[in-house]
């Protein structure tokens, strides 16, 4: 599923050479060139100060080929080829797309490759590519930190890009994969049946295990790219992908109301006003709906907002106060994360920037996960 393409290229810094070898038939190349990276100050000087002048160099890789995605890799050497490291996941659309290798500055030598990634499930697996986005909540948002939890807003910068499904891991998804149904809604307690409802009641423990079972019978099958693995997302990964580039509250805006997704909506929500009361909501169904059933959010990305929480792959902590590069939460603690609130919550619990936490082993008739098909790091 991950195809060697094109050529690969070493950057020295006396000169600029090639080496090429083509693999698979498929076109792809590169133009890597020396970029100059200079940052100048204009300003008046007393007359004998001295004034200095900054420039650096730094491998400029330019590819072409067929549209698709494609991992940019580097390594020091030719002779490890298990040494390549990512720099970052890049798509082709038929022109060609430009990397600037700022860690290449100052490196003796450097070859890249670009490597095919083929979608595991086209039909279910959307491709979020990598970007960058403001995590948390402005301090005027209603609601915001309503449980104690930490929503400082700070920038998250996202390096690689991955693959995130389209939907709420179903009931049927997780019977067929690990041979029971956890979950509440189901006939058995009066309800109808629906193996297209999001599965639910299931632990942390449970929605990992889910990922490490469902991961082996992919590569079994051949259909995972070697190397990835399918997991939960992290807490940045998923605001990032429900945001899906928007600021607001919510991608669809800062207001929400009855009928507009699956949540407790005899209190909608606004950003200014805080919760709204509507004693008469036609909507509030206090049970899951088939995923899919409301609109996507502009990624492609349904069920974002309310149905059921997801467990995020982070331990529950502070957030840190700067920007930050792909972060993944606290590397220890007690308490796992899960976002995008549900059927059970009012508006204000949905919101893209809030989350609640519990320990790994708690389960709910609310809560359950969505997954994401990334590198293993």
């Not at 959307?126 to 209603?142: C, K, L, N, T």
């Not at 490490?212 to 693995?229: I, M």
């Not at 006003?273 to 349904?302: D, E, F």
Request: net charge negative.
């Amino acid at each position: 599923m991950l195809t060697e393409l094109g050529n690969q290229f070493t950057i020295t810094r006396a000169a600029l050479s090639t080496s090429g070898r083509a693999r698979n038939q498929i076109p792809i190349s590169f133009l890597v060139s020396i970029a100059i990276a200079a940052t100048i100050w204009t300003e008046t000087v007393l007359a004998g100060t001295p004034t200095t002048l900054e420039v650096t160099m730094a491998p400029n890789v330019s590819i072409f080929g067929d549209p698709g995605v494609y991992l940019l890799q580097y390594s020091s050497t030719l002779n490890n080829q298990s040494n390549w490291l990512t720099l970052t996941s890049v798509v082709l659309t038929g022109s060609a797309t430009n990397w600037l290798d700022y860690s290449g500055i100052g490196q003796e030598q450097r070859f890249y490759r670009a490597v095919a990634v083929t979608n595991p499930d086209p039909a279910v697996m959307v491709w979020i590519a990598p970007g960058h986005f403001v995590m948390g909540s402005p301090p005027d948002e209603a609601m915001r930190q309503a449980w104690g939890q930490d929503e400082t807003q700070h920038t998250v910068t996202l390096t690689k890009g991955f693959y995130m499904s389209k939907y709420l891991v179903t009931q049927g998804d997780f019977s067929s994969v690990m041979g029971y149904n956890p979950s509440y809604f189901v006939p058995s307690n009066g309800f109808v049946s629906s193996m297209n409802s999001p599965v639910e009641s299931v632990s942390w423990n449970d929605a990992t295990n889910y990922c490490a079972q469902l991961t082996q019978l992919k590569r079994l099958a051949g259909r995972l790219p070697a190397g990835w693995v399918y997991r939960l997302p992290t807490a940045a990964e998923w605001e990032y992908t429900c945001r899906a580039g928007t600021t607001t509250a919510f991608y669809f805006g800062d207001t929400i109301l009855d009928g507009m997704v699956n949540f407790e909506s005899n209190n909608g929500y606004n950003s200014v006003m805080g919760s709204i009361l509507n004693t008469n909501a036609l909507h509030n169904w206090q049970r899951t709906s088939p995923v899919g059933n409301y609109a996507a959010n502009p990624w492609g990305l349904y069920d974002m907002v309310g149905n059921v929480w997801e467990w995020c792959l982070d331990w529950a902590g502070e957030y840190p106060t700067g920007a930050v590069t792909d972060p993944t939460g606290p590397t220890t603690g007690t308490q796992r994360v899960f976002r995008g609130g549900s059927l059970a919550y009012e508006g204000g619990f949905c919101r893209a920037a809030n989350y609640i936490s519990e320990p790994p082993s708690f389960t709910w008739a609310d809560v359950g996960f969505r997954v994401v098909v990334a590198p293993l790091e």
